[in-house]
């Protein structure tokens, strides 16, 4: 199994819809990241958690909200999705402290919004 | 704010050595990483500079300049499945934040 899980992994859905990505992971991690990628955008940060009491915006925040609902469960929402949301989406996770710098991603989910 | 920037495309020839830069702008900047994306995969990761310096991890190399706000990742002796997307990517922050570069295509050719 993998160690960060991504459901679903593809989705397409109308706009104005809600819709939940979801997040698992079974490293231990106690930092947790939102990701979106667009072509020629690179992974631009949605929204980061450092523990369930702690949720901070990113750069791109607007339109999304989060819920950390255990230490191994960060959800990410789209309220009611718009076209422009149509991205491939992944979440990542780091460990704790300043020597554990490698952040592992999970298989990304490719969102469509018609 | 915050931001990291990359050539967009590199194409070299295999076997041969490419050069992969970044400089960037980035408040409590403690370091850098450099992470591999193949088409359709997850984003691993290769690398990561805290000092100023050259890291070797055998063929690819990563060097940061914090004077200059620049690194560097290094690819030696080329292989066709080095042809992937890769990313710089700055740790910032109390929270160790991490902010990615706008990528780099490499394309490897015979």
């Known amino acids: 199994d993998a160690d960060v899980t991504q459901t679903p992994r593809n989705r397409i859905t109308k706009t104005g819809k809600r819709i939940m990505l979801e997040c698992s992971q079974t490293?231990?991690?106690?930092?947790m990241y939102w990701y979106r990628q667009d072509p020629g955008l690179g992974l631009r940060l949605i929204y980061y958690?450092?523990?369930?009491?702690?949720?901070n915006k990113g750069e791109i925040s607007d339109g999304y909200s989060v819920s950390r609902q255990a230490q191994a469960k960060f959800s990410l929402s789209l309220e009611s999705a718009i076209p422009n949301q149509t991205a491939l989406y992944f979440c990542?996770?780091?460990?704790?402290?300043?020597?554990?710098?490698?952040?592992?991603f999970g298989q990304g989910t490719r969102l469509t919004v018609v | 704010g915050q931001s990291l920037e990359q050539p967009s495309e590199v194409t070299a020839v295999e076997g041969a050595i490419v050069q992969i830069n970044c400089t960037y702008q980035?408040?409590?900047?403690?370091?850098l990483s450099w992470y591999q994306q193949h088409d359709g995969g997850a984003p691993t990761f290769l690398s990561y500079?805290?000092?100023?310096g050259l890291e070797e991890t055998g063929r690819f190399s990563s060097f940061l300049s914090r004077s200059d706000s620049y690194g560097y990742l290094l690819l030696q002796e080329l292989q066709m499945k080095d042809s992937a997307s890769y990313f710089c990517?700055?740790?910032?922050?109390?929270?160790?934040?991490?902010?990615f570069g706008t990528g780099t295509k490499l394309q490897v050719i015979p």
């Open positions: 990542a996770t780091r460990g704790q402290g300043f020597d554990n710098t490698e952040a592992f």
């Open positions: 490293k231990g991690h106690d930092r």
């Open positions: 958690s450092f523990d369930v009491k702690d949720i």
């Open positions: 980035t408040s409590g900047f403690y370091g």
């Open positions: 500079n805290a000092l100023d």
């Open positions: 990517a700055g740790v910032s922050g109390g929270y160790q934040k991490v902010t």
